[in-house]
């Protein structure tokens, strides 16, 4: 290795030193200035200083939160916004690179759920991918919602309030607020009442 290849690894160490110290801090903060606020030693999140943490917000371990984003409006671009009591199971990712994803009160992402709200378009079949255009949109997850394990959430989806999108679902297009989504891409399987728990 030359003198200049060891300066420049001995400079991107400095800063990713830097970078995880950086971080390091900010969570640090987050864990302590939230009331009730429980975030895995093992979980990840890239700039957190663009997460916003409601009250008794529970994230398990090895979750992968990226708030970071090359979006033209970085004041909301790559933002990941979690209301009170919101649960994120165990190795979820939420990949708030494009835009933002917001999960509003008592809602539940299950474990290694993926919601990004960002991808590519594919669509010039003659171009690679990397150099299309990527298609963008907040995400949005109502109050009381629950994305089942393994499920995937794509680029500008609402799930509505109270509805259930199940285990290894795929989905494309907006859940209405108390109904079931299953499959791939995700299809409303049922209709879900406020009443329910009243019945016998």
Same mark, same amino acid.
């Given at each position: 290795? #030359?003198?200049?290849?060891?300066?420049?690894?001995?400079?991107?160490?400095?800063?990713?030193?830097?970078?995880?110290?950086?971080?390091?801090?900010?969570?640090?903060?987050?864990?302590?200035?939230?009331?009730?606020?429980?975030?895995?030693?093992?979980?990840?999140?890239?700039?957190?200083?663009?997460?916003?943490?409601?009250?008794?917000?529970?994230?398990?371990?090895?979750?992968?939160?990226?708030?970071?984003?090359?979006?033209?409006?970085?004041?909301?671009?790559?933002?990941?916004?979690?209301?009170?009591?919101?649960?994120?199971?165990?190795?979820?990712?939420?990949?708030?690179?494009?835009?933002?994803?917001?999960?509003?009160?008592?809602?539940?992402?299950?474990?290694?759920?993926?919601?990004?709200?960002?991808?590519?378009?594919? @669509?010039?079949?003659?171009?690679?991918?990397?150099?299309?255009?990527?298609?963008?949109?907040?995400?949005?997850?109502?109050?009381? @919602? #629950?994305?089942?394990?393994?499920?995937?959430?794509?680029?500008?989806? #609402?799930?509505?309030?109270?509805?259930?999108?199940?285990?290894?679902?795929?989905?494309?297009?907006?859940?209405?607020?108390?109904?079931? @989504?299953?499959?791939?891409?995700?299809?409303?399987?049922?209709?879900?009442?406020?009443?329910?728990?009243?019945?016998?």
């Amino acid at each position: 290795m #030359t003198v200049r290849g060891v300066v420049l690894f001995c400079r991107r160490l400095l800063a990713e030193a830097r970078r995880l110290y950086y971080e390091e801090i900010v969570l640090d903060r987050l864990r302590s200035s939230s009331r009730q606020v429980t975030i895995d030693r093992s979980a990840r999140i890239i700039r957190p200083d663009r997460l916003t943490l409601g009250e008794g917000v529970l994230i398990h371990a090895h979750s992968l939160l990226y708030c970071s984003g090359s979006a033209p409006d970085e004041r909301s671009h790559g933002r990941i916004v979690l209301g009170n009591r919101v649960e994120l199971g165990w190795g979820c990712i939420l990949h708030g690179g494009g835009a933002q994803i917001i999960i509003r009160d008592d809602a539940i992402i299950g474990a290694g759920a993926v919601l990004v709200s960002e991808m590519y378009s594919y @669509a010039d079949p003659t171009r690679p991918a990397r150099q299309q255009p990527k298609i963008m949109g907040d995400i949005v997850i109502e109050e009381n @919602a #629950t994305i089942g394990a393994n499920a995937v959430v794509l680029p500008g989806v #609402t799930v509505g309030r109270s509805a259930i999108v199940g285990a290894g679902a795929v989905v494309t297009t907006d859940v209405p607020p108390f109904s079931v @989504a299953v499959g791939v891409p995700a299809r409303v399987v049922k209709q879900r009442h406020a009443d329910e728990h009243l019945r016998p």
